[in-house]
């Protein structure tokens, strides 16, 4: 498996539901971050979490980090049509950290679809 | 407002006929990055630059070529473009990497290729 792999790969929810994302990386990590990318656009950066964090809020957004298991996950509360669009998790290798500049690995991203 | 612009949005060519996409910010920011997004393979880096003047191989730079010579740009050229090169790319700015490794990206909003 790949360094930062989200499951699932597809998830297709009403509106109102909760989201709810994983992602499990492979090897240490300095932080972990959380990207949405709607339909051929650009990445939007939503939120970071340290490795000596276990859990940070951002409006709807709700992001866990469990260092012993390799995971995080990223939930969405009250889910609106809106949210549709491809998420990814994307991890800095504590062992990259002062190499390139601390350089971003991507995964492969959670379509979600939220149906009104 | 803050953002990452990149021209042209769409972009269809020919194997051989040079071309070179535009990448401008407005942030002050210090790092940019190349990426290509690829049905399959996510996101990979082409190449980046720290500074003005310095910048390095990501992990698919062959065929690529980038310049820094101004803060806010960091264009990407294609010599010879091959219909492989048929992607969505994106540029990417960060603040100083130097200072905040592992920072989160700002993307643009991309640029279809299709070489033919």
């Known amino acids: 498996s790949q360094q930062g792999e989200e499951d699932p790969q597809a998830l297709s929810i009403q509106e109102g539901e909760n989201a709810t994302m994983n992602c499990s990386y492979k090897t240490s990590i300095n932080n972990l971050q959380w990207y949405r990318q709607n339909s051929g656009r650009g990445l939007v950066h939503l939120i970071l979490i340290r490795s000596n964090e276990r859990e940070k809020h951002s409006g709807r957004l709700r992001v866990t980090l469990d260092t012993s298991k390799k995971s995080s996950s990223l939930l969405i509360t009250a889910s609106r049509a809106a949210d549709t669009a491809s998420y990814f998790c994307a991890t800095v290798l504590s062992a990259m950290i002062y190499n390139q500049g601390g350089k971003l690995i991507f995964g492969q991203g959670t379509e979600l679809s939220v149906k009104p | 407002e803050a953002q990452v612009t990149q021209n042209p949005r769409y972009l269809i060519t020919v194997t051989g006929k040079k071309l070179t996409v535009t990448c401008s910010q407005n942030m002050n920011h210090e790092y940019m990055s190349w990426y290509r997004q690829d049905p399959g393979l996510g996101l990979r880096q082409i190449y980046y630059s720290m500074n003005v003047e310095v910048t390095d191989k990501g992990d698919v730079p062959e065929g690529y070529k980038v310049s820094r010579k101004e803060k806010r740009n960091f264009p990407l050229i294609l010599e010879s473009p091959s219909p492989n090169q048929t992607s969505l790319y994106f540029c990417?700015?960060?603040?100083?990497?130097?200072?905040?490794?592992?920072?989160?990206?700002?993307f643009g909003n991309g640029t279809r290729l299709t070489v033919t």
């Open positions: 990417a700015s960060t603040s100083d990497r130097e200072v905040f490794p592992g920072s989160p990206l700002h």
